[in-house]
C-alpha cells in the first residue's frame, strides 16, 4: 500500500495515510477531513471499554464452556499476540416510502433502517468478520487519542459516496422487498432518504494463542465484550467419543435400513441417509483441525434453516403442514 | 488557534453538578446521582420509571432459582457469582392507530383418491384499532435479555421519574438515544410489520394480494426499565442470567449442559435415525396418499435428529421467560 505524508490542520501533527484513503482522522486531536478538499468531516468512535486482559479473559471463558476442550488447556493456552485494531465504518440513516395499487386501491409502506458500511479491508483475516458484525449505529462516542494511538488505526479507503449508494440501494430493496410481501398489484419505491451520519471506528482484539505448538485465532469485540470469533483445539478423548457415536449411528441406520429392505427395496438407503443426516455435526466436529465458536444465535439459524427446509418440501410435493386445531 | 477536542468536553447535571454520561447520541440524561432528568434536544417525551428491588434481593432470587432448578442444584456449590449489575434501560412505548384493508391467500390441498389438488382460497377483511408497540429507545441489541424485558413492560405500571425517590433505587441509567422522529418513524414501520404478521398468522394466510395500513401515532413515551445482569462462573466457563428488577423474574439464563443430558439428546437422534430409517419405505410401498407423509415425516425426523446432535455437542443451554 502506498503511503503519502499530511498536516493535520488543528494541531499541525504529520500524519501518514494510505494513498487511497478518502478521508483522514488525525490519530492525536480527532480532526477529520477529506484528504482532497481539507473539509472538515462528521467522526466518531466507539470507546474500547474491554482492555486485553479482559479480552483474553473472555474467550478463555468462554472456551472452557464448550464440549471437548482439553482438560490442561488453561494451563497450556499461552496468548501471545493482542491487538486492538479500529476498523472504520461509514454510517447511515436510511427511511424509504413504498406505494403499491392493487385494483384502484392505493396502499403506503414506510421502512427505517440505521446501516453501517465496512470502509476499508485490513488485508487480515478479520476482514470477513467486520464486514458481517452488526453493531448499533447509536452508541458511538467521541475521539479518545489514547485508543487511537495505541492501536491499528485504520483509515477508509472506500469513499462515502460508493457507501451512501450502498446504503441507498440496500434500503429501496428493503423497501421493495417489504411491498412484495404485502402486495401483488403495481408497486415501486416513491423516496428514500440516506442521511449520512459520518465515519465511525469501531474497536476489536484481535488475538493469537499458541496450545501445544500450535496457533489458535480469537477476535473479540472490544466496546460490547461479544466474543465474535474463536478457535480452540479439542481434546483426543472428546474426538474419539464422537467417532464411536457417529459411527455407531450409521451402523443403527444400515442395520435397521436392512430390517427393512425385507419389505422394501428402498430400506438401506433411507437408513444410510438418515443416519448420515443426524451423525453429521458429530462427524464435523471430531474430524475438524480445530473447533470454532461464536457468541452469535446460532440456535436460531439453524431453526430457520430447518423451516426453508421444510418450505422447500411443501412446494414439491404440494403437500401442507398439517395444523393442529 | 486550536479547537478544544470533543473528548475533554464534560456535560454537568443541572441539579446536583454530577458528571454526566453523555455522548453524542444523548437525547437526554438522566443523572445517575440525583435522578434529575436532563435534556439535550428541543423535541421532548414523557418520561417514566419502573423502580427496581434492590441488589440484595436481585442475588437471592439468583441464587433461590439455582437451589430449586432439577440440574443446578446439583452443582449449587460450584457457581460463583462473578458480577451482579443492574440498570435502567430505556424503553419507547407507543400507541399507534392502525387501520387498513387486505386481501389475502391460502393454498389449501385436498385428496380426490389418489390425486391431490390444490386450490388457492381468497379471504378479505379490514381493521381498525389501536396497538401498543414497545422498542428499545437505543440500540446496543447485545444486551442479553432485553428483548424478554420488552415484551413485559408494555403493562407494568410505570410511575412519573420526579415521583420516585431516587435514592433508593437510583442506578446507573441508560441514555435514550431515540429522538422523537425518529420515534414516529420507527413506531410506523413496526406497526405496519407486526399488523401484517399477526393477520397472517391468525389467518394462516400463504400471502397477500393486498395490504394497506395507515398508521398514526398517537402518543408515545419512554420508559426507564431495570435490567440486572448477573455472570457467574462454573468450572472455569462463564454463564450469565437477566433478572427484571421490578418482580426478579429471570428472563433468560444461559446453563451448562451436564453430561445427563448429552447422553440423552444422543438418545434421541438414536431414535430419530429409527424413525427416518422406517417410515420413508414403509410409507412408500403401502399405496393412497401416504408417501408424501411419509417423506415428510422422513425429513421432520432427520431435522430433529441433527438438532438432537447438536444439542448434545453445545455449550449451554438458553432458557428464556414467555
Same mark, same amino acid.
Given at each position: 500500500?502506498?503511503?503519502?505524508q499530511l498536516?493535520?490542520a488543528n494541531?499541525?501533527a504529520?500524519i ?13 486531536c480527532?480532526h ?5 478538499t481539507? =473539509? ?16 483474553w ?13 482439553? &482438560? @490442561?488447556?488453561?494451563? &497450556? ?5 493482542a491487538?486492538?485494531?479500529?476498523i472504520p465504518?461509514?454510517v ?5 416510502y ?6 384502484? $386501491?392505493?396502499a403506503?409502506?414506510i421502512?427505517?433502517k $440505521?446501516m453501517?458500511?465496512l ?6 483475516w478479520? @476482514?470477513g468478520?467486520a464486514?458481517?458484525?452488526?453493531f ?7 475521539? $479518545?487519542?489514547n485508543?487511537?494511538?495505541?492501536? =491499528?488505526?485504520?483509515?477508509?479507503t472506500?469513499?462515502?459516496?460508493q ?6 440501494h440496500?434500503i429501496?430493496?428493503?423497501a421493495?422487498?417489504?411491498?412484495r410481501?404485502?402486495?401483488?398489484g403495481?408497486?415501486g419505491?416513491d423516496k428514500?432518504?440516506? $442521511? ?5 471506528h ?6 493469537e494463542?499458541?496450545?501445544?505448538g ?17 478457535e ?5 478423548k472428546?474426538r474419539t ?6 459411527t455407531?449411528?450409521i ?6 435400513g ?5 419389505l422394501?427395496p428402498i430400506?438401506?438407503l433411507?437408513g444410510?441417509l438418515s443416519s448420515?443426516?443426524?451423525?453429521s455435526?458429530l ?6 483441525? =480445530?473447533d ?14 430447518a423451516w ?8 414439491i ?7 393442529? &386445531? | 488557534m486550536?479547537?478544544?477536542?470533543a473528548? /475533554?468536553r ?11 454520561n453523555y455522548?453524542p447520541e ?5 443523572? *445517575? ?6 435534556w439535550?434536544?428541543?423535541g421532548r417525551?414523557?418520561?417514566f420509571?419502573?423502580?427496581t428491588?434492590?441488589?440484595? /434481593? ?7 432459582r439455582m ?11 460450584d457457581?460463583e457469582?462473578? /458480577?451482579?449489575q ?6 419507547? #412505548?407507543?400507541?399507534?392507530s ?11 390441498? +385436498?385428496?380426490r383418491?389418489?390425486r391431490a389438488?390444490?386450490?388457492?382460497v381468497?379471504?378479505?377483511g ?9 422498542? /428499545?429507545?437505543r440500540?446496543?441489541a447485545? +444486551?442479553?435479555?432485553l428483548?424478554e424485558?420488552?415484551?413485559?413492560v ?9 415521583s ?12 435514550? +438515544?431515540?429522538s422523537?422522529e425518529e420515534?414516529?418513524? *420507527?413506531?410506523?414501520?413496526?406497526? +405496519? ?13 400463504d400471502?397477500f ?9 398517537d402518543s ?6 431495570p435490567l440486572?445482569?448477573?455472570v457467574?462462573k462454573?468450572r472455569?466457563?462463564m454463564y450469565?442470567a437477566?433478572i ?7 428472563l433468560?439464563?444461559? *446453563?451448562?449442559v ?5 447422553? #440423552? ?12 430409517t #422406517?417410515?420413508?419405505?414403509?410409507t ?5 396418499d ?12 432427520c431435522?430433529?435428529?441433527?438438532? #438432537?446432535t447438536?444439542?448434545s455437542?453445545s455449550?449451554?443451554? *438458553?432458557?428464556k421467560?414467555?
Open positions: 500500500m502506498s503511503l503519502r498536516t493535520c494541531c499541525n504529520t501518514t495515510a494510505p494513498q487511497a484513503a478518502s478521508i483522514v482522522v488525525c490519530p492525536y480527532g477529520t477531513f477529506e484528504a482532497s481539507g =473539509k472538515k468531516w462528521e467522526y466518531y468512535m466507539f470507546p474500547a471499554y474491554v482492555d486485553s486482559a479482559s479480552a479473559r473472555k474467550a478463555t471463558q468462554f472456551i472452557l464452556r464448550r464440549y471437548g476442550v482439553p &482438560e @490442561d488447556f488453561n494451563a &497450556e493456552a499461552n496468548l501471545h499476540k491487538e486492538l485494531y479500529n465504518y461509514h447511515f440513516s436510511c427511511k424509504a413504498s406505494s403499491c395499487s392493487y385494483h384502484g $386501491n392505493q403506503n409502506y421502512e427505517v $440505521n453501517s458500511i470502509a476499508t479491508r485490513t488485508g487480515t478479520l @476482514d468478520f464486514e458481517t458484525l452488526s448499533s449505529v447509536r452508541g458511538r462516542s467521541f475521539f $479518545n487519542p485508543q487511537a494511538q495505541k492501536s =491499528k488505526f485504520y483509515l477508509p472506500l469513499d462515502y459516496r457507501a451512501y449508494n450502498t446504503a441507498y440496500f429501496v430493496n428493503q421493495m422487498s417489504e411491498a410481501k404485502s402486495c401483488s403495481f408497486k419505491v428514500a432518504e440516506v $442521511n449520512y451520519l459520518g465515519l465511525v469501531y474497536p476489536l482484539w484481535l488475538m494463542y499458541a496450545y501445544k500450535k496457533v489458535y485465532r480469537v477476535l473479540i469485540d472490544a466496546s460490547g465484550g461479544r466474543v465474535i470469533f474463536v480452540y483445539p479439542l481434546s483426543t472428546s467419543t464422537m467417532l464411536i457415536a457417529a455407531l449411528m451402523i443403527i441406520g444400515i442395520v435397521s436392512l430390517l427393512v429392505s425385507l422394501s430400506g438401506v433411507s444410510l448420515v443426516i443426524v451423525s455435526p462427524l464435523a466436529k471430531a474430524l475438524s483441525l =480445530k470454532r465458536g461464536s457468541e452469535a444465535p446460532t440456535q436460531r439459524r439453524l431453526s430457520s434453516e426453508s427446509a421444510v418450505g422447500a418440501l411443501t412446494s410435493t404440494g403437500f401442507r403442514l398439517p395444523v393442529l &386445531e | 486550536t479547537e478544544s477536542t473528548a /475533554e464534560v456535560f454537568k447535571c443541572s441539579n446536583c453538578n454530577g458528571p454526566l455522548t444523548s437525547i437526554v440524561c438522566v443523572c *445517575e446521582y440525583c435522578g434529575t432528568v436532563n439535550f434536544s428541543t417525551f414523557d418520561i420509571i419502573i423502580p428491588r434492590t441488589r440484595d /434481593e436481585v442475588v437471592k432470587a439468583f441464587w433461590n437451589r430449586n432448578d432439577p440440574d443446578m442444584s446439583r452443582v449449587y456449590g457457581i457469582i462473578v /458480577e451482579a443492574g440498570s435502567y434501560v430505556p424503553i419507547l #412505548l407507543g400507541d399507534v392502525v387501520k387498513g384493508g387486505w386481501v389475502g391467500f391460502r393454498r389449501e390441498t +385436498e385428496y383418491g389418489k389438488v390444490t386450490k388457492t381468497v379471504e378479505r379490514s381493521f381498525n384499532t389501536s396497538l401498543r408497540l414497545a422498542v /428499545e429507545a440500540r446496543e447485545s +444486551e442479553y435479555g428483548q424485558l420488552i415484551s413485559q408494555k403493562t407494568v405500571t410505570a410511575h412519573p421519574i420526579e420516585v425517590d431516587w435514592k433508593k433505587i437510583g442506578l446507573q441509567v441508560l441514555n435514550a +438515544e431515540i422523537p420515534a414516529i418513524d *420507527e413506531l410506523k414501520d413496526m406497526a +405496519e410489520d407486526q399488523m401484517r404478521e399477526s393477520i397472517r398468522s391468525s389467518k394462516r394466510l400471502g394480494y393486498y395490504y394497506s395500513c395507515e398508521s398514526q401515532v408515545f413515551w419512554v420508559v426507564l426499565a440486572w445482569s448477573i457467574y462454573y472455569g466457563g450469565r437477566s427484571s428488577g421490578y418482580n426478579l423474574q429471570f433468560r439464563v444461559s *446453563e451448562p451436564f453430561l445427563g443430558q448429552r447422553v #440423552l439428546y444422543m438418545i434421541g437422534a438414536f431414535l430419530a435415525i429409527l424413525a427416518g #422406517l417410515i420413508l419405505p414403509l412408500l410401498f403401502s399405496g393412497g401416504a408417501p408424501s407423509l411419509g417423506f415428510f415425516i422422513f425429513i421432520l425426523s431435522i430433529a435428529g441433527l438438532f #438432537l447438536r444439542k455437542i455449550d449451554v443451554r *438458553e432458557e421467560w414467555k
